[in-house]
């Protein structure tokens, strides 16, 4: 008996000698090293506070944003980053014997109590502002609380005649130079802060008009897209667009002592005549109860009154005139054998209106003379196949221009084969064709007596129907004179 119960005491005190020599292997240490940076830049990030819990040592990141703790117990730990203005971020992390474990923290900046930029500023130039070169430097002023937020700025420009956005981004400087910049255009422009932690700053709306394009003559219509868009031009060829590419503006007609220019403009399934200033400002809708109506908007015109106080137009077979501010609609002939009214021009005197008249497909054509009462005056042309377009008369009222198709033919889609100038003298009552050395191939179309009638500009086109059509110049009389003016442009009027 004795001799089992020294047995036992010793199987005993050796079983727990055994378990004390594995808990004392569990009293070794590790160490951990790491790095602190900031998220998305990764900038390295100074004098972070690395803890942990349980506790161990408390150390600093260096200047590099890295860090090591020695002889840290095994175990299983948290360790915590922590900075003034960056979100705490902790990692779980087991540290094991003789063993150093790396870890990375990405601390994100804090938006707590960190305060957005002030609302920009927009210094010059003033709002509202005219005159202004092609080249207008944009300055504006912003402050920030917190001076160590970055801020950058964007450009929202505007073209408020071609509805074009252009957007300047990450903009240090509170300062952007826009060049090449269009005359007789408003702008306009806004300025987006950000400090990268709260959300953008917009500033007020402002704006500011170029300078006038100079000693602009000539207005026409182009092609941009599906839209006619108005343009003007000055001798030298350079153009300026007028009106908006997204809406269709076309046939315009300045008049010189109101100042305006008037257009015709879509407006739903109806055409209506609008006018404006020189510069595309100042829309106004003329027509809204009638609105101007012909068989092919190709060639339908309206005229002034010299004095710019009234407008006369069609709406098919009946001819309408109303002031210049929307008032007073009045229809003052109306065809008695139901043609249609394509086209009008009043003299410069204000005693005869030219109307060229003709059937549902634009042929059958009559061109004659009414004075502003209804009453016929003269009959120009008539009984005759083929098309016919372009009417303008003399100042003097003795002469009228006019396009003929010479070959009669007619077809369904209007297509013309050998369209010339011809000039009616209402003395001698004689109609001739007015050379201006035309290839052949080729139709003049369009046509209009120059401001001191010694010139006829004019339409110029492939008969194929399908090329670029370009405003010609031709000085009558005058060999070797036919200039080209502008490509890929109708509906010319120079004044």
């Known amino acids: 008996m004795n001799q089992l119960l020294k047995y036992t005491t010793f199987v005993l005190l050796i079983f727990l000698f055994s378990c004390s020599e594995e808990k004392l292997g569990d009293d070794g240490k590790g160490s951990i090293k790491g790095k602190v940076v900031k998220e998305d830049t990764f900038e390295p990030l100074e004098n972070v506070r690395i803890s942990s819990s349980p506790n161990s040592s408390i150390v600093f990141t260096d200047a590099e944003g890295n860090f090591q703790i020695n002889d840290i117990p095994a175990g299983d730990?948290?360790?915590?980053?922590?900075?003034?203005?960056?979100?705490?971020?902790?990692?779980?992390?087991?540290?094991?014997?003789?063993?150093?474990?790396?870890?990375?923290?990405?601390?994100?900046?804090?938006?707590?109590?960190?305060?957005?930029?002030?609302?920009?500023?927009?210094?010059?130039?003033?709002?509202?502002?005219?005159?202004?070169?092609?080249?207008?430097?944009?300055?504006?002023t912003v402050t920030d609380a917190d001076e160590e937020d970055e801020l950058t700025s964007t450009v929202i420009l505007r073209n408020d005649v071609t509805d074009e956005v252009v957007t300047f981004e990450d903009l240090t400087a509170t300062t952007l130079t826009l060049t090449d910049l269009t005359f007789s255009t408003k702008y306009i422009w806004q300025v987006v802060v950000s400090d990268g932690i709260n959300d953008p700053v917009y500033s007020p709306?402002?704006?500011?008009?170029?300078?006038?394009?100079?000693?602009?003559?000539?207005?026409?219509?182009?092609?941009?897209?599906?839209n006619s868009v108005i343009y003007t031009a000055d001798d030298a060829g350079n153009q300026l667009q007028l009106t908006s590419s997204a809406k269709n503006s076309f046939r315009p007609v300045k008049n010189l002592q109101s100042g305006k220019i008037a257009f015709i403009q879509s407006d739903g399934s109806q055409n209506h005549i609008y006018t404006m200033n020189y510069d595309g400002s100042g829309l106004f809708k003329v027509t809204n109860t009638v609105p101007i109506a012909a068989f092919n908007f190709d060639y339908a015109k309206f005229a002034w009154k010299t004095n710019g106080s009234q407008i006369i137009y069609p709406n098919f077979n009946k001819l309408y005139i109303i002031n210049a501010d929307g008032s007073g609609l009045t229809q003052i002939y109306q065809t008695p054998n139901g043609k249609f009214i394509t086209e009008c021009d009043w003299s410069y005197d204000g005693s005869v209106i030219a109307l060229k008249v003709n059937d549902s497909n634009g042929y059958n054509v009559e061109l004659y003379t009414i004075n502003p009462f209804g009453a016929v005056l003269n009959n120009v042309i008539s009984g005759i196949n083929g098309a016919i377009n372009g009417i303008h008369l003399s100042a003097n009222n003795q002469r009228i221009v006019f396009c003929r198709d010479i070959t009669g033919f007619e077809n369904a889609n209007y297509r013309q084969l050998d369209s010339r100038i011809y000039m009616h003298n209402f003395v001698t009552g004689l109609t001739t064709e007015v050379p201006v050395e035309k290839p052949s191939g080729f139709n003049d179309l369009d046509v209009r007596f120059s401001p001191n009638e010694?010139?006829?500009?004019?339409?110029?086109?492939?008969?194929?129907?399908?090329?670029?059509?370009?405003?010609?110049?031709?000085?009558?009389?005058?060999?070797?004179?036919?200039?080209?003016?502008?490509?890929?442009?109708?509906?010319?009027?120079?004044?």
């Not at 992390?93 to 790396?102: N, P």
């Not at 003559?217 to 182009?222: G, P, T």
Request: glycine residues 4%; hydrophobic residues 40%; aromatic residues 10%.
């Open 77 to 140: 730990y948290s360790f915590e980053a922590r900075k003034d203005g960056y979100i705490a971020k902790f990692e779980a992390v087991t540290v094991i014997t003789d063993t150093e474990v790396e870890i990375v923290y990405e601390l994100k900046v804090s938006t707590a109590g960190n305060m957005p930029p002030s609302i920009p500023v927009l210094t010059s130039p003033a709002d509202n502002a005219t005159n202004q070169n092609l080249t207008v430097d944009l300055t504006w």
């Open 205 to 226: 709306i402002r704006s500011f008009r170029t300078k006038n394009f100079p000693d602009a003559r000539f207005l026409f219509s182009k092609k941009i897209e599906s």
């Open 454 to 495: 010694a010139d006829l500009i004019f339409i110029s086109t492939s008969n194929d129907g399908i090329s670029q059509r370009m405003i010609k110049k031709f000085t009558v009389g005058l060999l070797n004179s036919r200039v080209n003016l502008f490509n890929d442009a109708v509906m010319v009027d120079w004044k």
